[in-house]
């Protein structure tokens, strides 16, 4: 399907160019968005990859990736059940998805790509998503989340007088957005459209024996360089003295008496701020989480691998290697879905869109201002946020179109960019129902958004 939607992109976009007489301005979108996608987001992401993949690779070898998987097996077997529950893959869609919801999207990226290059590894069919690729990918594009802090942050520089106040209708939002995601990749799989083409044996017997070779890279049967299974003759991590837990002890005292001081100052005595005291204990204890997640993450990891026996600055280097190679191999799919976005939208092509369909959208009372960044939202964050600022500054920040527009901004995704990432990251071409799933789960929070503002806020 991401054939004919970049095609179709491409070509709309130089015959609406040529209507409209913009084509100088869709070549140059063309070149701006391939430079933007290597030097802005492919090469800036190569330093966070390498960062997160070699903590993540500490987590591995110290154990704690097989932990995470083990304490919430039922649920994830209901979600994956192509997926064995000591995989991997498991621990890594786990610390994705608490990435997501803690809103730490520059955690969240990384780990998402380690997730699909575990799950690659059960895929006997390189280049064709797998139906646990497809479901991860709707989990992700339906971004569920505690607090839309970008959006807040808008809102909060505008002078909003209740800016956390979108923080409930978001999460009422993506809970329905993600319900859809899940529902529609569970559904759609099933379709004869989009059922898994069938496994040649000696592709079958080629994972199973850990022998495959392909671009899509390790197999089953080799981890050593993707996953915690450890290869024959490695040493198993060593347990834990009581020395150990002490010092685990200790370190977990100081990030709560950092979590109390960030989100309960006046428990020491100190004055809150402005924001702070506009918030309730839930809205407090979600945003110290927040702030001190990727201190604890990184501190916490290196330092239990090493209780553990593990060589944290040589496995930490092992993994960061693996995470520069993932950024350079995901810069063809960046430049081809940005470019394809780029001159769509220099073309006018979104303007045309919104035009199209606003008759259809005011019989159903839907506000067509929100119709320009509900449509940009899939394709663009940044045009997203450019188009939520304007209508914050336009309508007002307590007005109900701007606390739709920042709820809408916290309870979807930006299905193609994340399309496109993850499955570049493990060279699949064909994405089978994963964007029409991820679309649905887009369409779903956005009219829940309106619903749910709409009855929050409307009166």
């Not at 649920?75 to 000591?86: N, Q």
């Not at 809103?103 to 780990?111: I, M, R």
């Not at 509900?374 to 500054?393: A, E, H, N, Y």
Request: glycine letters at 8%; aromatic letters at 8%; proline letters at 6%.
């Amino acid at each position: 399907m991401l054939n004919y939607i970049w095609l179709g992109l491409v070509v709309a976009a130089v015959l609406i160019g040529a209507w409209n007489d913009t084509l100088e301005a869709v070549g140059k979108a063309a070149f701006e968005r391939a430079e933007y996608a290597v030097m802005k987001l492919a090469l800036p992401l190569a330093g966070v990859m390498a960062l997160w993949l070699g903590v993540m690779r500490l987590a591995e070898k110290a154990g704690l990736i097989q932990v995470m998987a083990r304490a919430l097996r039922p649920v994830m077997k209901r979600l994956f059940p192509d997926v064995p529950a000591e995989h991997p893959a498991m621990g890594s869609m786990l610390m994705n998805m608490a990435a997501n919801i803690l809103g730490l999207s520059n955690a969240a990226t990384p780990l998402g790509i380690r997730a699909m290059k575990d799950l690659e590894t059960l895929n006997p069919r390189p280049g064709v998503a797998s139906n646990a690729m497809c479901t991860f990918l709707a989990i992700n594009t339906s971004s569920i989340q505690l607090i839309p802090a970008t959006a807040i942050g808008v809102l909060v520089v505008a002078h909003a007088a209740q800016p956390f106040s979108i923080v409930t209708s978001a999460i009422l939002a993506t809970m329905f957005s993600t319900i859809a995601g899940i529902t529609a990749v569970k559904l759609l799989e099933k379709l004869p459209a989009y059922r898994l083409p069938s496994v040649a044996p000696d592709a079958s017997s080629a994972i199973m024996s850990g022998g495959g070779s392909g671009e899509s890279g390790v197999r089953l049967g080799d981890h050593s360089e993707s996953s915690s299974a450890a290869p024959a003759g490695a040493t198993p991590p060593s347990t834990i003295r009581r020395f150990g837990w002490f010092v685990l002890s200790a370190f977990a005292v100081v990030f709560l008496l950092a979590f109390l001081r960030l989100g309960f100052p006046e428990l020491f005595h100190q004055e809150a701020s402005d924001a702070l005291k506009q918030q309730n204990a839930f809205l407090r204890s979600a945003n110290a989480i927040s702030i001190l997640s990727i201190p604890l993450l990184l501190s916490f990891f290196p330092l239990y691998a090493a209780l553990r026996g593990v060589n944290v600055y040589e496995e930490f280097v092992e993994g960061a290697k693996e995470g520069f190679q993932t950024s350079v191999m995901i810069i063809p799919y960046l430049v081809a879905i940005l470019v394809a976005i780029g001159m769509f939208r220099e073309a006018g092509g979104i303007a045309l869109l919104t035009k199209l369909i606003r008759p259809v959208l005011d019989l159903v009372h839907f506000p067509t201002e929100l119709v320009p960044m509900c449509l940009v939202r899939p394709l663009s964050g940044s045009g997203t946020l450019g188009l939520f600022s304007d209508l914050v500054k336009e309508f007002g920040p307590d007005s109900l179109l701007a606390r739709t527009a920042g709820t809408i901004y916290g309870s979807t995704e930006t299905t193609f960019y994340v399309i496109a990432v993850y499955f570049g990251a493990v060279g699949v071409k064909r994405t089978r129902h994963a964007v029409p799933a991820g679309l649905i789960a887009d369409a779903v929070g956005i009219i829940a958004s309106v619903l749910v503002c709409w009855m929050m806020f409307g009166k």
